[in-house]
């Protein structure tokens, strides 16, 4: 069975960097067609999408995050993780990695947990 489990700090300040590691376990990190994604939710804001690494190594962000985010894999640790620069108290919220596969249209298909993020000094 897949599963991820995210894993970070809950509480960053102001213009820190939030870094958060999505841990795969069941399949491969390069399994293909495979696609590792980072969500987040916030109650004002609802489900917003922030980017994805592929099992091809290649990483792609939404727009409005290309300034301040970058995505990196460690495939011998079956896992990837999300840098989130410079932070701002409207990044708090549920932080969640999600497989997405090409079928060939997207599934979300696998989620984590999530974990509590507060962004406060």
């Known amino acids: 069975q897949v599963r991820l489990q995210e894993s970070g700090p809950g509480l960053v300040k102001p213009s820190q960097t939030l870094s958060l590691t999505c841990k795969i376990s069941?399949?491969?990190?390069?399994?293909?067609?495979?696609?590792w994604n980072w969500i987040r939710q916030s109650p004002d804001k609802g489900l917003e999408w922030i980017g994805y690494?592929?099992?091809?190594?290649?990483?792609y962000s939404g727009p409005s995050f290309q300034a301040r985010t970058s995505f990196s894999r460690d495939t011998s640790k079956n896992q990837y993780t999300l840098n989130l620069m410079s932070v701002i108290p409207e990044d708090t919220g549920t932080y969640y990695c999600?497989?997405?596969?090409?079928?060939?249209?997207?599934?979300?298909?696998?989620w984590g947990q999530g974990t509590q993020v507060t962004v406060s000094s």
């Open positions: 069941g399949t491969s990190i390069t399994t293909s067609d495979f696609y």
């Open positions: 690494v592929a099992y091809s190594g290649y990483n």
């Open positions: 999600v497989r997405a596969t090409m079928a060939p249209q997207y599934w979300f298909d696998v």
